[in-house]
């Protein structure tokens, strides 16, 4: 048993009876309190405040510490294929014909290799859940799924691996699509997953994916309306369908970022059905603000962008958190043809969250996007907030207060994990030569 003590933890991440201990002024511009944590093993047995707990203790000198991230949206199937199949327009639509082209070099090996590196950034970085979304079209689902239960089984204890298979609507709606689903959910995928389009079948097609998913007891992860047409409102259709489905598992829509485009009316009535349908939100900030408001081609002019962007891309941050509903942050897509950064750290997400949706003023909810919600999402009871019996991961900051840690984003980071502090190397970029 050891008490870290002294550790100043964000105040929405610790147990309720500690909204007390922060003051107003403190909860606008540094909403975190001192306290010491004590853990066992593994786990986290006992929190209080400073001074309450006896026994051998480890000074973190008032430093901010986060529960492990919990990163609810990413692609470790596709990563690191910038350079082969890089997006020279760097808009959507070439990002998605770069992919088919890019499948010609998918191998077991090859996955393998670059999922792999995608893991041990994520860990290195302190992320302690992640869940993927895998191509599962019949093409490479036969070896993407494989490498991933792999991968699973190797990092179990460290990572807690979930999967969506990810595949076209049509996929489940043609006659093989009941056999194809429960081979997905037999080959290890958590949720069912798509990209859903505006076309005249998108009710026939909702249902259709929410009795398949219905009958198998699994979830909804979709890709919902990345793109700045307000008239695409999959979000909208997809509230109505559970609703009318009575759907009874958890859904989950990423991006939706066609609906901050929308008129304020329109929106506020799709809120009220987001939220009346329970589904959760993911918004993948870094990958919009790369691919939305490109303008490319006219005029014989083609390669990336030579306009200056003026919209940022994220769906409607603020309002969803008005309205009560979920709203987590995530990496999605790293170093290929979708986003040609990225390296699976959760705390630049964090950061470039709260600079790209202004979250100044509900910096208190911030630590909440990247922890706590990620883990309802992923249903997982034992991360996201700095509590008893909650695993012992935690990241401690070398930052007094919110300011000093959005101010020097690259300061580094100390992880813990149980009763010691780990290490965590990145991998050598040259591993993945
Ligand atoms: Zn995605």
């Known amino acids: 048993m050891i008490i870290y003590r002294n550790a100043k933890v964000p105040v929405a991440l610790l147990p309720e009876s500690f909204s007390g201990a922060c003051n107003r002024e403190a909860f606008l511009l540094d909403p975190a309190v001192l306290c010491d944590i004590e853990v066992s093993g593994d786990r986290i047995s006992e929190v209080a405040l400073p001074g309450v707990l006896e026994g051998q203790g480890v000074d973190l000198d008032g430093q901010l510490v986060f529960p492990g991230f919990v990163d609810s949206h990413t692609h470790l199937d596709k990563a690191y294929t910038w350079n082969r199949s890089p997006n020279s327009n760097c808009d959507f639509d070439e990002a998605g014909q770069r992919f088919e082209k890019d499948k010609v070099f998918w191998s077991e090996e090859d996955i393998y290799s670059r999922a792999s590196f995608s893991i041990k950034c994520a860990w290195a970085h302190g992320t302690v859940a992640l869940r993927t979304h895998l191509d599962a079209s019949s093409q490479v689902s036969d070896i993407v799924f494989p490498v991933y239960n792999r991968l699973k089984a190797e990092w179990a204890g460290r990572i807690t691996l979930q999967a969506v298979a990810l595949t076209r609507t049509e996929f489940y709606t043609e006659s093989e699509g009941r056999r194809r689903a429960e081979q997905l959910v037999e080959m290890g995928s958590d949720c069912l997953g798509t990209m859903p389009t505006m076309n005249p079948d998108l009710d026939r097609q909702l249902d259709t994916l929410m009795s398949l998913a219905k009958d198998l007891g699994v979830g909804l992860d979709l890709h919902v309306d990345e793109n700045n047409d307000p008239s695409t409102e999959c979000l909208r259709r997809t509230a109505k369908a559970v609703l009318r489905n009575e759907f009874p598992h958890p859904v989950t829509c990423g991006h939706c970022s066609s609906l901050s485009l ?24 870094m990958c919009n603000l790369f691919l939305q408001d490109r303008k490319t081609g006219g005029n014989g002019v083609t390669g990336p962008t030579t306009f200056t962007p003026l919209w940022r891309g994220i769906t409607l941050f603020h309002e969803l958190m008005d309205s009560g509903i979920s ?11 979708f986003f040609a950064y990225g390296d699976y750290d959760m705390f630049e997400v964090y950061v470039q969250s709260i600079r790209i949706g202004q979250l100044e003023s509900r910096l208190a909810n911030t630590p909440s996007l990247v922890t706590q919600i990620p883990a309802s999402i992923m249903n997982l009871r034992d991360c996201g907030t700095v509590e008893s019996r909650k695993r012992a991961d935690l990241i401690v900051f070398s930052a007094r207060s919110f ?22 190397e990145l991998p050598d970029f040259s591993e993945l030569d």
């Open 262 to 285: 929308q008129e304020p009316e329109r929106q506020r009535e799709t809120l009220a059905l987001v939220k009346a349908a329970g589904i959760k939100i993911i918004s993948l900030p």
């Open 327 to 337: 709203l987590a942050c995530a990496s999605d897509n790293v170093r290929d043809a």
């Open 403 to 424: 300011n000093e840690l959005l101010s020097r984003p690259y300061a580094p980071r100390r992880l813990i994990s149980g009763e010691d502090f780990r290490r965590a």
